[in-house]
């Protein structure tokens, strides 16, 4: 009941006008990144983060984190409405949202969407709420040892449980390791890997990294492909939007289903676009008639939709107790909070309560916020999609671009986007996850600096990552994701670990 007090509090600090306000600016811009082909919630989210820095922390992050519910929902939209998804864990509706709107019925597969997303989003905050104390209050026994085993075991976690190849995975994230020890040394203040670069003293900015990685990554294969938008038009009735909502009940086990399978894979590290995939492959397995998946089927829009948002969601109970970010999405506002000044943590819950729990007060009116907007903005989206890319892919660059500079007012950093993009481009031709490598860079400092304190505790001996009970559980459960690959292959439970490998890159 504790929890339920600090809520209230929560409520009291967001329910303004102006934080009501930017809800809706921010679920608003979320929409059009989702829509967008070539932004995506992480690229969005960190082209928002440099406006940010002279807001007061609460009404940044409210900013932020309804960009992200609102680019999921627009995902959604272009994945009914145009067979392109917006967002890479919104594949799996296209399968059955696309058929059902050829048929005529639009607004049906778009209310099913919008409302099951509600649901699971809904369902991923209440279990933020019940839980965020419990787990902060868990990690205040930590130590550096105890610190070092989560950054482990959420690294090991990547390898795993994900849904890429494991070579791959690993790869990537070695690369983010080599990027995060560019710059100043923290402890011994020598200088690392800047090869007499002046502009690399700094270090490279993750934010710099995800711009190109996935902006102009995405860009450069959009414009290989020649995409054309060409949609199905869509407005939406409220008399049709009844009838979608009154049959959303039946599908109330595949709901459930699907909720806490996105808990799960928000929490672990597997992300919103395995969660997707696994949700919808089950929901068809499960299902007494399989004929109509591909071709319209109600399930095949809930139990991805559901899955993703609850996942989307849940990721952040991690990045706020733990300081381990659940996505890519969830790590570019975790640097968020580090240039705020704030440590995501136990501590982080006990210093700023005002923060954490307005944070969480504003998820769940941020997502009813969110949709209500995209049911009403459906229309104006999916014109916006009609617009030659010609147009829209200068502009997006251009925005890029310019967000690129804000960041420390650097020409450098914008060679280093374009850098990026290329090979972000690259990558994505390979098929090699990018999330790895966000979450390497992100977390290679914090881990490096527990593992060299946890030698100098030790004296330089390994042992202490095995010294008590808790550390040496983390420490294991860590090791056995490490070999689960190994595993997995020899028991022949490879295949439902991937499942999703083909579009999970930047769940």
Known sequence: MENIGYLMDGFATVITIPHIVVMVIGVTLGILVGVLPGLGAPNGVSLLLPLTFTMDPITAIILLSCMYWGALFGGSTTSILFNIPGEPSSVATTFDGYPMARKGQATRALTLAFVSAGIGALAGVIMITLLSTWVAGFALKFSSP?????????FAS?????????????????LGFALATVGMDTISGGLRLTFGIPDLIKGVSFLVAVMGLFGIGELLLTTEEGLRFEGIKARIRAGDVWKALKEIPRYGWSIVRSTVIGIWMGITPAGPTAASFMSYGLARRFARDKSEFGKGDPRGIIAPETADHSAGTSALLPMLALGIPGSATAAVMMGGLMIWGLTPGP?????????????????YIGNVVAVLLVLTTVPIYASILRV?????????????????????????DMWLVLVFGVFGYLFKKLDYPIAPLVLAMVLGDKAEDAFRQSMLMSNGSLSIFWSNPLVSAIMALGVLMLLWPIIAKLTGLRGLRRSGTKHSANA
Do not use: C, H
């Open 347 to 363: 501590m982080l819950f006990i210093d700023r309560p005002d923060f954490v729990w307005g944070l969480i007060a504003s998820m």
């Open 158 to 174: 990547f390898i795993g449980m994900g849904t890429n190849p494991p070579a791959k995975t690993l790869v990537m994230m070695m």
């Open 388 to 412: 030659p890319f010609a147009i829209v892919g200068p502009v997006i660059v251009a925005v890029i671009f310019s967000g690129a500079y804000q960041i420390a007012n650097s020409t450098f």
């Open 146 to 154: 105890e610190f070092f085993a989560v950054y482990f075991l959420a």
